[in-house]
């Protein structure tokens, strides 16, 4: 079985910063792509940012230029670096993993951690 464990989530004032890890467990052999979403109340879950195996990272709009996507692929673990956070990044942000399990590729989801951005 293979669990993805997030921390790092909170309450900070708008203007702040958090720093949100994940950390894969488990016999996932591969992990080609690496991200994180997020789903505020009464709206769809969104792509946030992701990370390739192959040095791609991605962003959508409105955090490009705040936060920052990494990876430790020794450790199986992504990062999640959020500067000058704004209220409406306010949700439950989840990460998820796109990897090989023996030889069927499969996506693992964390259980989220909640953000909040007060004004």
């Known amino acids: 079985q293979v669990q993805l464990v997030e921390s790092g989530g909170g309450l900070v004032q708008a203007g702040g910063s958090l720093r949100l890890s994940c950390a894969a467990s488990?016999?996932?052999?591969?992990?080609?792509?690496m991200g994180w979403y997020r789903q505020a109340p009464g709206k769809q879950r969104e792509l946030v940012a992701n990370?390739?195996?192959?040095?791609?990272?991605n962003y959508v709009d409105s955090v490009k230029g705040r936060f920052t996507i990494s990876r430790d692929n020794a450790k199986n673990t992504v990062y999640l670096q959020m500067n000058s956070l704004k209220p409406e990044d306010t949700a439950v942000y989840y990460c998820?993993?796109?990897?090989?399990?023996?030889?069927?590729?499969?996506?693992?989801w964390g259980r989220g951690t909640q953000v909040t951005v007060s004004s």
């Open positions: 998820k993993f796109v990897g090989l399990y023996g030889s069927t590729v499969k996506n693992y």
């Open positions: 488990g016999s996932i052999s591969t992990i080609y792509v």
């Open positions: 990370s390739t195996s192959g040095g791609t990272t």
